[in-house]
């Protein structure tokens, strides 16, 4: 069973990764990148519509129980089991990563070997892709030494220990395993929205240099959440339904960074800081649209330990029977304009959303990233 699964999934990974390929091996000049960025969504779009599209086969096998031969009844049973167990494992979050690192030297000599391993590894096409990338967008691909970096580092950390009480594991977790930052001359705003960078099942945290002071603690802030939600489960999207039956949702990127781009902003502008962008800008105005529909607590307590129960339960009462599983289901595109239509059709008046200080800077964000693209392309 767990095989049939997964050879649908790695045979898109590879189709995913060849069409990176395709993309990058052409000679590199400036109007390539658009191309570029598009491959890299592309295959990630797959890989999404890939990964869920199993997991709805799971579901449906699990929630057609009641039809099932007795004879198939001890599988079935086993099953579910399995299930809840799995459900049960992922509640936990995770106490620590793997990988622990104890201070920069350690983390820069990890981001040296990230580095060196994309140049060397020949041998694999879609590495060989990727280094051709990193060597156009860095200098050298090693880890600087900055000060205020690490000095707003800290402050964020303080920070999180009071913003993030309603989920003590996570606070405690960030404690014990805190996450170290080094800073990189690779221009991670090439390669990501964020300028940032979550080294999973790891503690290390990477942002690409900038001069800016209010980006740094954006990018900091960004990626201390990304940490904080591995420690607390929230990678993992699941829920209980109203007969308490488990229901797991994994991968979906979109939704796990718009909610951590939408706390970088909270959790910045309720401390005097505002950043010059908002990043992930649909996916950050729906987690916003969510966030307004399932309570400003929830949904946060729903980031970081990816348990969507309330949340599921509150904006389905509100607009409709699978409304939140549909959401996860979609690109943040068409879901943002899925759920503007249901909150118009619940009648409920979302004008002040619409006119809030977060969703405004988003929209001027989209416009300065499009006419970033449009000049650069025209170059």
Do not use: C
Request: aromatic share 6%; charged share 30%; glycine share 6%.
């Amino acid at each position: 069973m767990v095989q049939k699964l997964k050879d649908p999934v790695e045979e898109a990974v590879i189709k995913a990764e060849r069409r990176i390929v395709d993309i990058v091996s052409q000679p590199i000049a400036i109007p390539v990148a658009r191309e570029l960025e598009k491959g890299i969504v592309i295959a990630q779009t797959r890989i999404h519509e890939i990964v869920n599209g199993q997991g709805k086969k799971v579901n449906a096998f699990l929630e057609n129980a009641q039809n099932e031969k007795p004879g198939k009844r001890s599988d079935l049973i086993e099953k579910n089991v399995l299930l809840n167990q799995m459900y049960n494992d992922l509640d936990g979050g995770n106490e620590k990563p793997p990988t622990v690192f104890k201070n920069e030297a350690e983390a820069a000599q990890h981001s040296k070997e990230i580095y060196e391993r994309f140049k060397k590894e020949k041998q694999n096409n879609l590495e060989r892709a990727l280094d051709t990338v990193i060597s156009i967008f860095s200098s050298s691909g090693t880890t600087i030494k900055d000060d205020e970096s690490q000095k707003i580092h800290k402050q964020v950390q303080n920070m999180l220990a009071k913003e993030l009480v309603l989920v003590p594991k996570v606070t405690e977790r960030l404690t014990s395993t805190p996450p170290i930052l080094t800073v990189e001359t690779i221009e991670f705003e090439r390669v990501s929205d964020s300028g940032g960078q979550n080294n999973i099942d790891t503690n290390h945290i990477m942002i690409g240099q900038t001069t800016a002071h209010n980006e740094k603690f954006h990018r900091i802030l960004h990626e201390n959440l990304h940490y904080a939600a591995y420690l607390g489960g929230g990678y993992d999207y699941r829920w209980r339904n109203e007969q308490n039956e488990p229901a797991i949702r994994n991968n979906v990127i979109w939704f796990h960074e718009g909610l951590t781009e939408l706390t970088t902003q909270d959790i910045a502008r309720k401390n005097n800081i505002v950043p010059d962008k908002i990043n992930y800008v649909t996916a950050t105005i729906t987690a916003y649209y969510i966030q307004q529909l399932g309570g400003k607590e929830n949904t946060l307590k729903a980031y970081l330990t990816g348990d969507l129960t309330e949340v599921r339960s509150t904006i389905n009462q509100k607009l409709g029977a699978g409304t939140l599983e549909q959401l996860l289901d979609l690109q943040p595109r068409e879901a943002l304009k899925i759920l503007r239509e249901k909150v118009d059709t619940a009648g409920i008046d979302r004008s002040k959303w619409d006119q809030s200080d977060l969703v405004q800077n988003a929209i001027v964000s989209n416009e300065r990233l499009s006419k970033e693209r449009e000049k650069s392309g025209n170059r």
